[in-house]
């Protein structure tokens, strides 16, 4: 079975200050995803990477890949109140159709 | 676009009673998803099906949990008979295409009494 392990669990910082969340495993993905989550709600997809060091950006959200395609992380600039929520990563198993593995998540709280 | 659409949203019955789960998945979504969160713990996927038939069921617990689509459209998930350790959130998801985006539902909280 393979396992995500997501650091930190639990972040609180103030509005304007950045934060990195990471997203660590010993096993190779074919690709990884990110999801934000609301309470009540489903996960809602970020993106997707797919190549070994990939990086991708989403405003100030800046994701990247690791080279090894074991491990990713979510950088996020200048963060908002808007950006409170539950952060998920979940890699896509590899030789498997579209079977997600999740990370534990990191709960992230942005207050004014 | 309708999204995803689960019923229902919540249930609370006791150990031993079964409980039925649907799932709406968006129209002309092939691929439907059931994953599950208990206890606190990360998401872990049930199964999936394409269409009618069952793609990959090895998330599946143990015999307890049935899950049909019938049709290739809307998909049921049934726990008979539950029990204390099938308490959590269902959720389930459907994409186009077999490795595109998932488009997930707002989750069944189950709680088993």
């Known amino acids: 079975t393979q396992l995500l392990e997501q650091s930190p669990q639990f972040l609180s910082i103030q509005e304007g200050e950045n934060l990195t969340v990471y997203c660590n495993s010993s096993?190779?993905?074919?690709?990884l995803q990110w999801y934000r989550q609301e309470p009540g709600e489903g996960p809602v997809l970020l993106v997707t990477?797919?190549?070994?060091?990939e990086v991708k950006k989403l405003k100030r959200l800046t994701f990247q890949f690791g080279d090894a395609r074991k491990d990713s992380s979510l950088h996020i600039t200048a963060a908002q109140p808007g950006d409170t929520g539950l952060y998920l990563c979940?890699?896509?198993?590899?030789?498997?159709?579209?079977?997600?593995?999740f990370g534990t998540g990191t709960r992230l709280q942005v207050t004014l | 676009e309708a999204g995803v659409t689960q019923f229902p949203s919540h249930s609370v019955i006791e150990k031993g009673q079964t409980v039925t789960l649907r799932c709406d998945p968006i129209?002309?979504?092939?691929?439907l998803y059931w994953y599950r969160r208990v206890m606190g713990k990360e998401i872990k996927f049930l199964l999936h099906?394409?269409?009618?038939?069952?793609?990959?069921e090895s998330g599946m617990p143990n015999n307890r949990f049935l899950a049909e689509r019938t049709g290739g459209t809307y998909s049921t998930l049934k726990v008979q008979p539950a029990e204390l350790e099938d308490s959590g959130v269902y959720f389930c998801?459907?994409?186009?295409?077999?490795?595109?985006?998932?488009?997930f539902g707002s989750g069944t909280q189950l709680s088993v009494l």
């Open positions: 129209s002309g979504h092939d691929n």
């Open positions: 990477v797919v190549t070994g060091g």
């Open positions: 096993s190779v993905f074919s690709s």
């Open positions: 099906f394409v269409k009618e038939s069952k793609q990959d």
């Open positions: 979940a890699g896509e198993e590899t030789g498997t159709a579209s079977k997600l593995t």
């Open positions: 998801a459907s994409s186009q295409d077999l490795r595109g985006k998932l488009f």
